[in-house]
């Protein structure tokens, strides 16, 4: 039995670039004056209910300075990417917030996710697949390109998903974890 992963429509470039620049003036409005846009769209595509997730990196050394989402679609694309954009910049517990003089210096990615679907170790693939874990009361994400980035095995990545949930390496062989997987469709400025 192979999982299958779930697809959805995909974005247009056009649709794509407007969440960019809808990402970027959600957090100069919120981080200059604390309101946050209502957009008006039309977009089937970006009315729809997915899970998002908003990375911020620093445009000179391409460190990390935020990432934030939502795994579960829980409400439409347009204000999941306003919402995340604003976690990702004030409620990321790894950095201070954002402030609204270094707005310029950062560089906008967005993942918006397929649903969670069950997967059994033996199925991930790098570079194709971002994993979730659940045990125990302990959660942990990593979006797909995570592993490709640090060059991991999938292995590694299992390894690195269970500490990124606070749980020990090899966790995921535990017959009562949850593992689930997903795809995700990532564009950047």
């Avoid at 979730?132 to 980035?149: F, K, S």
Wanted: hydrophobic letters at 40%; a negative charge.
């Amino acid at each position: 039995m192979h999982t299958v992963i779930e697809t959805v429509p995909a974005l247009t470039d056009e649709e794509k670039e407007y969440l960019l620049k809808l990402a970027r003036r959600t957090l100069e409005e919120y981080l200059g004056s604390g309101s946050i846009p209502s957009p008006q769209v039309d977009s089937p595509t970006l009315l729809e209910k997915r899970a998002v997730f908003v990375t911020l990196r620093r445009k000179d050394t391409g460190e990390l300075r935020g990432c934030r989402g939502e795994s579960i679609a829980r409400r439409p694309l347009v204000e999941a990417v306003i919402h995340s954009a604003i976690a990702a910049a004030v409620d990321d517990p790894r950095f201070p917030p954002v402030t609204l003089g270094e707005l310029p210096d950062l560089h906008i990615e967005i993942s918006a996710l397929t649903p969670l679907k069950p997967i059994r170790p033996e199925e991930v693939e790098v570079g194709r697949h971002g994993l979730m874990i659940i045990l125990d009361g302990y959660a942990g994400l990593l979006l797909p390109q995570v592993p490709t980035e640090y060059g991991w095995t999938a292995r590694e990545f299992l390894d690195a998903l269970c500490q990124k949930a606070g749980l020990p390496p090899g966790a995921w062989r535990d017959p009562r974890a949850q593992l689930y997987g997903f795809e995700s469709e990532v564009w950047e400025e």
